[in-house]
């Protein structure tokens, strides 16, 4: 029934969207004589931002046509080299890219937002290496043939994906799959695999959530994990591929994310109000431009979420040394040729600092060479992978991180 009735309201509000859409174009039509009058250009600006707030977003796409480096514009291509149900591996690449430039792999959050969240940091790190991108799939459109997905089935993709890359890649975890990233290396410097990665940076990461408790964490460890099965799991409706799988509803997860700051969000639209009504269309389409991404969700199984749930916000499964893979124990100690590097933001509040450097202290078995933590000064989550602050700041750090450890000897053609 939740889902049903959030189809329901969607329905509703999409379209007042275009009713409020069309009302705006008619207000600001010069053929219109109403136009002219001192109160047109508020009103259409509201009818705007309400038209804008309401609309249904649909998965967004990368859109890095170019990149600049030294001075020289390059066409950037992407394409899709590996096709999974749960998640293709996207390729990111361009002419200028010398031949031995380092392969970097970017896991992108399962967490109700599209792989695109990442837009700026994939074009970023495009300027110096070779990247490839996790490009999770929205559960609701993964029909039930394809089966289960879950934490598991997260880090046998990971090694997966490192395997078509290659010996010598370098990993990018970006949030929640710290957690999944980190087991993954540890279960491939354990068996001495050729495809275990050269790097490991973890960005704003939950390894140890007991850390700086944020309230995504307090909400966590609340509830019990019964709780979050009858309360926040859904059934996809029939409309969608996955009709009848258990989700987690992206919609909640932005319902979410949303009231933790309502406040600045309603603070946004205010301004963008603000800015439409001025003529500064820039600006508006500045903000307009962030909430398109932000309100673009997809739906996560629901074995995958409630594992996450228990396993790494409740159990501190992974710190405590009890995470368990395919039947055996992940043991952190065993990670002994890939350098961890933890990127923390000082205003996160989704991952509050000391969580992702926990990772640092876990790996026992790792020289101290090979362990580096980087704090950014007034950056909070979302600053992290994107911005100015990222671009200028944050990812010269990583770059370097790369350069120092890369091991161009083992690289392969993927």
């Known amino acids: 029934m939740l889902y049903t009735a959030y189809e ?22 010069p053929a219109m004589p109403f136009g002219y009058t001192g109160l047109a250009p508020v009103m259409s600006s509201a009818l705007e931002v309400f038209a804008h707030a309401s609309a249904a977003y649909g998965k967004p796409a990368f859109d890095i046509e170019t990149v600049e480096v030294d001075g020289t514009v390059h066409p950037v291509t ?12 996207l390729r990111f690449t361009h002419p200028g890219l010398p031949e031995n430039a380092p392969r970097l792999l970017i896991v992108a959050p399962m967490s109700g937002h599209f792989a695109t969240l990442l837009r700026g940091t994939v074009a970023r790190m495009i300027e110096r290496c070779e990247v490839f991108i996790t490009d999770w799939a929205d559960a609701k459109v993964v029909p039930l043939k394809e089966g289960e ?17 290659g010996p010598g890649a370098h990993m990018l975890a970006v949030c929640q799959p710290s957690v999944p990233a980190l087991a993954a290396t540890a279960i491939l410097n354990e068996g001495g695999h050729p495809c275990r990665p050269a790097t490991l940076t973890m ?73 439409l009504v001025d003529g500064d269309g820039e600006s ?16 996560l199984n629901a074995s995958y979420y409630l594992q996450t749930v228990e396993e790494v916000f409740q159990k501190h499964s992974l710190p405590n040394g009890t995470f368990v893979h395919r039947g055996r124990t992940v043991d952190l100690g065993k990670i002994k040729d890939t350098a961890l590097l933890a990127v923390e933001g000082e205003r996160d509040d989704i991952s509050g600092i000391g969580q992702t450097k926990a990772a640092l202290h876990l790996a026992t078995g790792l020289a101290a060479a090979k362990k580096q933590y980087h704090l950014a000064p007034e950056v909070g989550h979302y600053g992290i992978f994107n911005g100015s602050k990222w671009r200028e700041k944050i990812a010269p750090v990583l770059e370097e991180w790369i350069a120092r450890h890369d091991r161009p000897a083992l690289k392969v053609v993927a």
């Open 203 to 275: 960005m704003g990461g939950p390894i140890d959530t007991r850390e700086a408790p944020t309230t995504v964490n307090d909400l966590a460890m609340q509830r019990p994990i019964e709780w979050f099965r009858h309360t926040v799991i859904g059934t996809v409706p029939l409309q969608y591929p996955g009709a009848g799988r258990q989700v987690y509803p992206g919609f909640m997860q932005l319902a979410g994310f949303m009231s933790m700051n309502l406040g600045n969000h309603m603070l946004s639209h205010y301004h963008m109000f603000k800015h």
């Open 149 to 165: 997905f879950d934490l598991d089935d997260y880090i046998d993709y990971l090694i997966g994906f490192l395997e078509h890359i």
């Open 8 to 29: 329901l309201q969607r329905s509703w509000m999409n379209a007042a969207s275009t009713w409020a859409s069309v009302g705006a174009q008619m207000l600001n039509n």
């Open 284 to 299: 508006a389409d500045s903000t307009k431009a962030f909430y398109d991404e932000y309100r673009a969700v997809c739906d």
């Open 78 to 89: 992407e394409a899709i080299v590996v096709h999974r149900p749960w998640g293709n591996l």
